[in-house]
């Protein structure tokens, strides 16, 4: 964008013409799902807490035992004088869960991508990337300067033409597990068949899995049965089912060692805070034990697509706590969202560029904290204003 502030004005006029305009939302006290928000009292279908570990009193206790010992900040980054303890022992524990090697923590589940993916590709290199993949894997492409090339989501024909026509020697497959706007699941063993086939790596991204898929919540690895081998590079988020803030990457030994030198969005910022290490520890413990959270939720998705089944929505496919219900107009799909606030109810509007054009949609998430009365309210809402 240009140094000019009339067109900066004029472009943002556009986008609230065009009902593109991103606003923030004010909440207030304990991220539940009953939230106060913008000074209303609503029931929220938005938030990847799936688990329902945010607000949990153990995880809240963790945080403050964790900031008694530890203190608040880390102080300095890994390798400096940040790294601690409680971050070293939750990486074991990762890698642990995973099943693999090794595991190293990241801030956020962006950086985490950004990192893995400049590290291990470069100019001379090709990712491809499913069409609906999470704009931190498509920045990741970017910033690492390979040619990225994109191919029709969870389409694996395409996918195998376009690897058999790559003449580039060092190729990557990158793909959400869970996709984040859609709900439903990467075809993760044609891909890992393919990957082997054209000796090629696997990018995971199981931000949406992890803590959810898998008898004990190991994500699609678990759910799967899915090698260190079947896929090297392993990368979830610490911020949604886990219910803290930050994401690792998990693999071998010599992966995360190299992850350890290269990975610049690892190497250049402050370690997070060691108390938030401590909280994830103990949310990590909950959601291996507590299989009902998992069951619950289960049975809540069961529920909504069933009593949805009979009002006609264009409701994507899907069995993960994410469900689509695609709008179309951009305009339409904030109205909706407007009408069913009123009813106390909050589910946002996805609008492109999030999503493509023309597939506007509300982004309804369920939670094991949920019930079945507020799912019960939920459908009527949705009956009336869709
Ligand atoms: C698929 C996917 N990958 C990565 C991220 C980024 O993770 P984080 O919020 O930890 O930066 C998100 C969501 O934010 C996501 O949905």
Known sequence: MERNDAKIKAWLAQRELDCLYRKTRQVIGKQQVNLTIDGQQVLSFCSNDYLGLASHSKVIKALQEGAEKYGVGSGASHLVTGHHYEHEELERELAEFTGREAALLFSSGYMANIGVVTAMMGRSDSVFQDRLN??????ASGLSGSKMIRYPHNNMASLTKKLAMSATKNTMIVT??????????????ELVKLAHDYKAWILLDDAHGFGVL??????????????????PLYMATL??????????VAGSQLHIEYLRQQARPWIYTTASSPALATAIRQSL??????DWRREKLSD????????????????????????????GSNNKAIEISQGLLKEGILVTAIRPPTVPKG????????????????????VAALDKYL
């Open 359 to 378: 597939t506007a949609r509300l982004r309804i998430t369920l939670s094991a904290l949920h019930s079945e009365e507020d799912i019960v309210r939920l």
């Open 214 to 231: 898998g008898d004990h919540g190991a994500g699609l690895l678990e759910e799967k049965g899915l090698s260190q081998q079947d896929v």
């Open 134 to 139: 999470h704009a931190s894997l498509l920045d």
């Open 285 to 290: 413990k909950m959601v291996r034990s507590d």
């Open 239 to 248: 911020g949604k089912a886990i219910g803290v803030s930050g994401a690792f």
């Open 300 to 327: 809540l998705i069961f529920q909504f697509r069933r009593d949805t089944a009979s009002l006609g929505l264009n409701l994507l496919d899907s069995t993960t706590p994410i469900q689509a219900v695609i709008v």
């Open 176 to 189: 959400d597990a869970v996709f984040s706007m859609d709900g439903d699941k990467a075809n993760i063993i």
